[in-house]
Structure formats: C-alpha cells, structure tokens
C-alpha cells in the first residue's frame, strides 16, 4: 500500500514511512472532498536565519569576497543555461531520430500494403511501435521515479511558491524526466516535449547551484555558500526561465515564467542573472542544433520549438478582425474549461483506481495504440487529398489512397510529431486542408490529449493545446473566408490558427503575460503581440468561469497548501490571533537536551520551528528567537552540550559549514542516539538561533499577516501579545487555508493524507 | 532667491518656504560635495494604515464590492492608456506638422540660394526659426513650471521608489511638459520625444485614478476608495508603462520597465493591469495614427519611434559576430560613461550659474542656434552626395551643391526629425553613407546631445543616444566590410546600426532587461534578441566602472534619498540601533491637544510618524500604535476632541471620506488655528491610529531592516527593546545613507538644502 501511495501523491514519502492511507485527501469518506489541505508537505524558508554564526560570517567577508559571490552567481547561472540548452538538445535530437526511425518504417509499411491490401498490418505495426516506447517510458517513471510524471510544471510552481516537494529537485528525477519524455513523444502520444524542459532547467539549477550530488554522494567543495533554500530558490527560479527559454525560443517569456510563478520579491540583480541564464539556454541550444543541422554558426532554431517565420503580407491584422479575435478568444476559454473539467474527473478516477505502477503502465500503453489506432483510422477514411507542392516540406508525406502527386493531408497533421503538425497548420498555404478534416481532428486529438495528460509518462500539455487550437483555428479561418466569400488576404489561415492555438493554450493553462510573450518570442515577430494578449486575456476570463487552470487544479488535487498573490478580499474579519496555530511549543535559551528531543520525537505534533523565550515564571515567555527543527538536529548530532563543552575542552566549535553540510537531507531525529546521561545535559541555543525572528501583535488582520508572510517568503511567524510574549505561530498552512468561496470565505480542513 | 532654488532643485518648495539655499547640497562649501542627502524630500507610504476606520470600511464591504473595485481599477487602467495613446498621438502630429513647415521653409529658402549665393541668409532663417520654438518651449518651462524640464525618467523612478517629489504628477506639469517637448523636437535640439511619454502616463495615471484634479479644483466623486498612496502608486506604474508602450510601441517593455524601477512587490494582478494599460495605450496610438495618416484600420504605427521592417535576409548573424558585439558594447559602454561624466559636470555648472529662469531661456536658445549652425555647416562643408533611389523615402532631401538626381546624404542625417534619421541609419541600403560623413556627424551629435541633456526644455535623451549610436554602429559596419573586403551579407551596417544604437543607449542609461525588450519590440523582431542582451550587459558592465547610469546620476545630484535594491552586501555590522533615529517623538493615547499642536509645530524636527504609546511612568513607553502627520492634521481640523464630542452629541464622527478628501495636499498645520481653550482639550487617537505597525528588534541587522522596509515599501518602521517599548524610528534617509563606495561602507551626511 506505501507503495501505491509513492506512485500517486506527490507528498508521499511511501519510501520511508509505510503508514500512509493510499488514496488522496478524503477518499475513504466516499466523495472525494477537495476541501482539504495535506499538511505533510513543508515549506522551504525564504529568510535566512541570521544567527551569530550567519553573521559572523557575513561580518568577515570583505567587499572583494561578496564581489566572489556574485561573480560565482553569474557562472553558477551560465553554467544552468548551458546545461539546460545541452539537455533540451539531447532530447530533441534523439526525438527526431526514434520518431523518424518510426516513421520511416510505418511509411514503408504502409507503401508496401497500399496496392496489395492488408493495411491491418500497418496499424499492428504502429500501434506496436508506439506501445513499446510508451511501456518503456512508462516503466521507467512508475517503477523508478513516479516524480518524472507529467510535465512538472505544477510542482515547480509550488516549488517557487516556497513549498517543498519531496524528490523534486533529485538527479534521479531528471533522468528519469529525460528519458521518460522522448519515449513518450517517439511513442507518438499526444503530448509535447516542452513543458518537461521547465522542471528539468530547475533540477539542474538546483543540483549545479549546490556544488555536490547527494544522490552520486560526490561533494565537489564549491558553492558551499549557497546551500540554504533563499539562494536554492533563487537559483531554481533561473532553471526553470532557462528551460522554458530552451523549449520555445523564448528568454524574456522564460523570465516572466519564473516571475509570474515564483518570485514575491522582484530582485533587480536576480532578474538579471535569471536573463542571463534563459539567454545562454536558447544560445546554446541553437548552437549545438545548428551544428547538428549541419549548418554550424547559422544561430535559426532558437528552441523546441519554433512557428516558423509568418510571412510579412499576412501578418498585419485590421481593426476589424479584433471581435473576432475576442470571440476566438472566448471559444478557448470554454474548450480550455472543458479540457480542464474532464481532466479533473479524469485524475480523480485515476487516483482511485488506477494507482498500481502496472496499471499505470498498461494504461499508457492503451492510449499509445489507441493514438495509433485513431491515427490511421483518421488517415484511412480520410479522402482529402492534396497535390503535392513544389517546396513540401513534409518530411513523412503518405500518398495512400491519393493519385500519384498527391499526399493525403490528413497525414500531415496525425503521421508526424506534435510540433511539426503545429507548424504545418501554421504555414501551409490556403486550401491545404479541408475543413471536415480539421473538425474531425480537432475533435479526436482533444480527446487524445485530455485522456494524455496525467498518465504516468512524462510530458508536456502546451504543444497538444496548440495543435487543437490551431486546428479549430483555422477552420475558424477557413470558414470565415468562406462566409465573406472572397478569399481576402486578411482572413489567411495560418494567422486564425495562431490565435485559435493561443486561444486554446490560454484557455487550458490560464497564463496571460508570460504567455503572451512565449507566443510571441516563438512566432518571431511582435506584430500579434496585442491579439495575442487580447485572446489570453479572454480565455482566462471566460475560462476562470467555469474553473481554475489545469496546474491549479493538479495542484489543488495534491492538496499543496499553495499562497496565491494576496489574502482573500474580504478576510479583513480575521485576525492573527484567529488563525495562527496556538499553544505554541518553546524552548528556552539554555533547554534540557531530554525535552528537545522528546518535542522533536514527537510525531503528532511534528513543528519545524520554535520561538526561544526568556525562562520566566510568567507563561507564556518572552521572545528572544527562532530555532528550526533542521538546527536542532545538527546540534544534537554533533552534541553541542553544555556540560560537554565545559569537560572537553578541544570541542570543536561549531560552523555554519556543519549546518550546510547536513542540507538539505536533514537526518530525521529517531537516527540520532542520545544517551540518557546526554539527554540530562543542556543545550545553549543563543548563538545558533535567529534572534530577530519577524513577528506580529495578535491583533494584526490577515491581509497584513499574508503581505508581511508573502512577500518575505517566511516560513514562520511569531505571533506576540503587548508584552512581547509568544502566544502563536502563523504558519504557511494557516493562511493557505482561507480562500474565496462562491459564498464568501471558506476555510479549508486540514489533514495528513 | 527662493524663486532661484524652486528652478533647480526638484526638493524645492521655493513657493511656500522661502528660506531654502539657493545652491544644491553644500555647494556653500566651495568644493561641490556629492555625499549628502537631503532630507527635504517625504516619503510615500506604500503600506496602509490599518485604523479601525479602514478596518470598519473593508468589513463592510461584500465580496461583490471587491468585485466592483477591482473592475473600476481595470477601468481605470483602460483610461490611462486611452489617455496616453491620445497625448502620444497629439505630440506626434504636432511635431510632424511643426517640423514640416519648418524644414519645407528652410529647404526652399536653401534651394533659392543654392544657385545665386546667399546661404548665410538661409541658415539664419535656420536658427531663428528653431530659437523660436525653443524660446516659447524654454519660456514656458523656466517660468511656469521648472518640473517639466528634462525627460522626468529620473523623478518618476523616484516616485516608484517611494520618494514623494512635490508637483511632478500635476496636471499643470503635464501640460507644461507637452507643450515644451512639440516646441523642443520642432525646435531642432538634439532630444527625442519618448522620454516626456512616460512622464506624462504617470502624471494621466495620478490624475485620473484619483477621479478629481486639485488644480483645477474639480472633484468627480468617483475613485475615492483609491485616494491613498499605495493605490495612486500602482496606478502610476501603470502610467508609466503606458508612456514606454506608447513611446516604442513596446508594451511588455513598458510593464518590465516600471517593474524594474518601481515594483518591489511583484503583484500578478497588478502586472496585468499594467500591461493592459501598455496594450490598450499602444493600441490608441497605432489606431488614431493610422486615421490620420490615412490608413484607418491598418494597425501599423505601434509608437512615436518605429525602427521600421528589418529584412528577413539581413536580419541573420553568426557566431564570429558575437565577440564584434561585445566590442561594440564595451565601446558604447566608455562612450556612454563619457556622456555621463560631461553631463555631471556641466550640470553641476548649470547648478551653481545658470539658475535664473531668463538665463536659462537664454542657454536653450543658444544651444538651438548652435545646433543649426553645425547642422548647416555640416551639411555645407559635406560633398556626399548619393543618388536618389527610386524608393527613396527622405521627406527632405537636400540637393545642394549636389548633381541633379543627387543628393547630400549628410542632410538625411541632420535635416530631419531625428526618429528619421535614426530610421535611415538603419534601413538605408549599404553604401548611402560616406565614412567620413558618420565620423563627423557622430562627434558633433555627441556634443551637441551632452549640452542639450539637463537644458530648461522638456526633452528626452533616448532618441539622440540612439542616433550617435546608430552613426558609429554603421560606420563600424562600414569599416568592417571594408576590412574584410568583401561587400558580403554579414557585415550589413542597418545591422551594425542597430547594435550600435543599443550599445550607446544601454551606455548612457544601463538598464537591461527592460532596455532589450524595448528595443527588440520596436525593431519588431526577435531575432536580435540575444546581440542586443549582450550588448547592453556588456555595455552596462564597462560603464558602471566609471560612472553610473545618466538618470542615477541626475537623482544623486539632487540628494534623493533612493533605495536601491538591497543593503550594501558589507552592512551586516550595522543594526537598527545604529541606523535608528533616537530618541522618537512619541504621543499618548490620549493626548493633549496643545502638546500635538507644539510637536506638529515643531519645524527642526518635521516628523511626519509618531509612534503611539501606553501611558506609563517607565520611559520609554509600550507600542501600541502609529499615527502620520496627515492622520493628526485632518483630526486637528476636524476638531477629533474628546470633550467637544461629550458636550455636543451631535457631533459628526469623522470618516475615512475626511481623510481621502485631504489627500494629498493636507494643509501645513500653521493654517489651522486652534484655540486656547481647545488646546487643553484631549484627543483620543486609538481610533485612528495604526494599531498594528511593522516593528523590528533593536538588534536586527541592517540588511534585514531594509529588506522588511523595502519588500512592503513602508515609510516608518518602529524600533522597540524586549519590552516592546519604543526606542527608536527607522525611515527612508537612514537606510540609504549607507551606501558602497571604493573604501567599502560609506555614510552620507543629511543635510537640509
């Protein structure tokens, strides 16, 4: 049962503790209650604990030293974009070569049994191919690393929003993610191989940034400065630009991503350094993909993928075709909802009964063929052929039942990868598709690609979104020029596919501004920038109607207790004395080693930090600081006791260098042994705690507590009364749990999934 | 005198305080001492004061009024940008039409005299015209409002700061400053007209979201929820945002602009808003545009600049380009810190001499005679002549002394507006330039720019940076092409144009991201993202070794106290007992009427925060509150005494409205009179003060004060001992007096200029 509970939610730590109920939040009640928050999952700390050892430190470093530390920041960041470029090659390479391998071999098939019948075989043949790179991607991510599932854009968002998820940011993750993501798009699902590049641009910015592997148990003594979650984060915050960066060409989109999702605090310097990483992402990926091209030096395919060049007479729109776009606009708003609704039941359905790693695999295995069988069923009854034109560039072109010179145009859209269908949609001329072609495949690929998204393999949502919103797009075209019966240069289609795919997209994700400017990178030219933004901005309004967007909603599933922009408007009403968490468990400034470790032993409670009074008679205490869990645990390892030091008088001092040697696996407690006579002892927690811990009065009102929590990426707030004596600690949880209803403030429960 | 200092310094209430200095800080001293700041200057409190008042006011409110507030700050946006697109319209024809009849006069008065002798008498046509135009610009200006002066960049980065610079979001200001850049532009000088643009979107924004203007004495009694500066703030941004888009037709590049100047606190909501602004604000421009020019409908003038189209072919660069790039970008980088240094200078000179209003009329004017002096000489003593080309698009050509189907290609540089020469520059086919031409044009240009920058006129330094630039980018490309001898496609000078242009301007001003987006979206293209991203950086690097960025340079002249992104890295030895200042005007609960009235009064001190104590015989006292000047004035006005309020029942209890009516000119508390009797009255303040104000520990460091200070843009933040008791106050000028000089820490002095 651990084990299924490892597979499904990302909060299961199944490996190491078994006891966990298999299914999510509130299964066993019957209904699935989504009005839950799992308080498992903790949070990272955007605030550095400035404690006398911290500031010592930072005392001692000259100007010259905090210049070697920015200096190692802009090559920590070069070295993620390179990396991050290098990875986004490798896959597109070896995609490019197993899909064409596929292909190629399915043509000649299909070629062979043409004329003589007995294309049934063909379709073994696919369907085949298809499932066994989807079963080995499959098994791959089930068995080995079910974090590598999906595109992993949900749990890098909550990543940067500051909560941790556990085996996120591991080596293992990648390479599983990696190799996971070309078996699946080889294996001709309906997915993309894009967003999978975000998470892995993080993993590598969280493994480059701190200087060792701990999964390869190789510490290479560099960067040991910036093993603490503040620079952590920071430093994921540019993986996950440069990967957005790689996939679609997009550095400044990639800069957005990250901030949109992830930073409070818009850090000048930072922004920069996360530029300078999406620069050298697309640089280096176009570099090296030139020189596989062949074409060494000629810098043309900034990244994954790219919507070819829109031809400078059709770019312009007029005046008139804006209701258009809006309307276009709201019409993937409500597709994109419907994805998402479906989707949703999809995931609950899958969370309840398919959690078994085989099950998942066979499930992947099932929609491979399935793909494969719509494919060629699509190709097959389709009659739409085209004659071929003289610069075709379709590389995998099927004459099937076509004259000769013809291609069947179908094919161009399902008998090839997801970003070449996209690009044909865009760029092929007026009248190479029929519009009952385009319905029929609009309809097939959104179920394809509804039923896709969340299957245990990884991969990505942009590129289905923009292959079905393109092709409604341009149907959309095809039949307004119809209706105006002149076939104007303004209604071009590839332009109305454009839109229909940002519409599409929008609709699912609900990204405005970084979206836009993703768009707009990808298509080379700022001309759509304000239709663009016109159909982003609509599909979210329509769309926010019906429900949130798609990682929203995985997030909620998860029950991540996730901080949004602000504190719901009308929670003016509470206080922090309302929602802080209270009593509150302190320890003195000199503690007994016994009750330390009986409070951090204790399971029920399960508290990461805790305020340092002033011993007094008077209950509660005086504050006088802040010590986390993860401290109190280095201590005790390294036995920092009073009574010790006092007898032993070469006792190490402690460093910092012990606290960042032990980050960020801390040891759990129960592997620590004290002794009895040690558990008598006395711990002096003075010099190791944060002695300015930022705190409130309890009067304070929630907006007030959640700017003060939000915009410093806290992880603990103490709550004091006038006399300055802890009554309560606010707590991540604490504010995530308030959130707008249809009926005003609701409150979420929270429980341990 | 008091007249004198209201023209220079931006601190200047030379209107109601007479007794200023003339002379910015210290000049007294005979050596001009840069260290100082002055602490004139108010700060903007970006953090509400939650009062029982606001609290009563937000309970009150449904979920529906939220509703309909956040849909009025849509509304709002909306307008700002409609506004801004129109006045950016407006200034655009003016000076079209204004220029047109200026250059078509003077080119017929040219081509009279060409044949029979007599140019003498067309250049001073030349010169009298344009000191015409730049009188009346001058005039209007010097005399009626000296904050219009300049591109007000640097005042509306101190107001995203949070730094308050009295009368620079005034509707006469506005006013004044349109009027002044039409006169400027046609009046020849070496400015632009983007720079004013986004100037005048925050003074659109100011005015418009406050629903009312005080100058005009006209209060439509809508928006009144947002009359308070954190609202007004975020609108401004949006203003600006607005100006950039409308500028450069560069909408994100206008959002990421007021991002990295103003936005500590990335807000997802509010940086939608500001990119609707900037959409909505391009939009009018390209749309009223497009009518005018008789094209309606045909969106194809995004902004005031437009780079025009960039050719498909030309547009490619290789690899063996990017170390040219970074060339050129050190190159622009000494260049721009040379600018900056000259400008320092001289406006250092213009302080200390040229601080009449007449003077400098009399400085503007003769830089406007000058500048058509060299122009002409330029153009005289030039024989390059090209021949017209067939699509030859120079509105102006000059024939001259040149061969019939011939014309003088050093007029196409300085006979024109300069958004079409820089245009030219770019775009004209290789070869229309002679070396020696771009030589001498850039140094006259550059000097001609450096003189102009920091006149008496309302004018910007983008479009000339951008032209000096753009002449020595292409005389790079020429000798370039010539050095490798072959006229090959590679070294395009519209090319080297370019990046020359980007080079000189990232030199001068050194912002990056938002500089590259703003020049990748006004040149339309992506395809140069990534030279230009170096270029800039490059030039930003080279450049911040000699001196910093123009703006940063004109904001340290005038003694704001601006706050930079972090504490400097070494100021970990500080703690707010340190940087406090001690000991703190405190008020009872309760207080006397008469003893605020002397403290209000008191103008050595001119506190404008009082932190709220419990009455104790310990001193200091226990917090329990904050209170601002402007809270207690509208209470003194009003009358707030307890023992009126028992003796007259009816006595009205005041109202947030009171409050929101005042803002933000609260009157000086010299007008109110308070009687003798009333001055023994009490004043309850509980109801009005902040209960719950950000405090911090004595012994928190610097770093960590200022972080809290500037993560939630507060304008007080009150220092207490363990007791909670008040020990001191911590506001704007005592965190940026630390600054990083070459020794390492440094501090300013405060003076009061």
Known sequence: ????????????????????????????????????????FQSLDYDNSENQLFLEEERRMSHMGFRCLETRRWVICGLIGFLTGLIACLIDIAVEKLAGYKYSAVKQNIEKFTEFGGLSISLILWAVLNSAFVMVGAIAVAFFEPFAAGSGIPQIKCYLNGVKIPRVVRLKTLAIKVFGVICSVAGGLAVGKEGPMIHSGAVVAAGVSQGRSTSLKKDFKIFEYFRRDTEKRDFVSAGAAAGVSAAFGAPVGGVLFSLEEGASFWNQMLTWRIFFASMISTFTLNFFLSIYHGKPGELSSPGLINFGRFDSDSVQYNLYEIPLFIIMGALGGVLG?????INYWLTIFRIRYIHRPCLQVMEAMLVAAVTATVSFAMIYFSNDCQPLGQDNTEEYSLQLFCADGEYNSMATAFFNTPERSVRSLFHNPPGSYNPLTLGVFTLAYFVLAVWTYGLTVSAGVFIPSLLIGAAWGRLFGILLSTITSSQSIWADPGKYALIGAAAQLGGIVRMTLSLTVILVEATGSVTYGFPIMLVLMTAKIVGDYFIEGLYDVHIKLQSVPFLHWEAPPTSHWLTAREVMSSPVTC???VEKVGRIVDVLSNTSTNHNGFPVVILSFLQPGKICGLILRSQLIVLLKHKVFVERASSRLSH???????????????????????????????????????????????ETSLPRVFKLFRALGLRHLVVVDNENRVVGLVTRKDLARYHLGKDGLEELHLAQT
């Open 652 to 698: 190490r001092k402690l460093q910092l260098k012990d606290f960042r040697d032990a980050y960020p696996r801390f040891p759990p407690i129960q592997s620590i042994h004290v002794s009895q006579d040690e558990r008598e002892c006395m711990m002096d927690l003075t010099e190791f705690m944060n002695p300015t811990p930022y705190t409130v009065p309890q």
């Open 337 to 341: 909802a419907l994805f998402n609704v």
């Open 1 to 40: 049962m651990a084990n299924i509970s490892k597979k499904v939610s990302w909060s299961g730590r199944g490996d190491d503790r078994g006891e966990r109920t298999p299914l999510l939040n509130g299964a066993e009640d019957g209904k699935y209650n989504r009005h839950v928050l799992n308080f498992v």
């Open 587 to 589: 320890f003195n400034r």
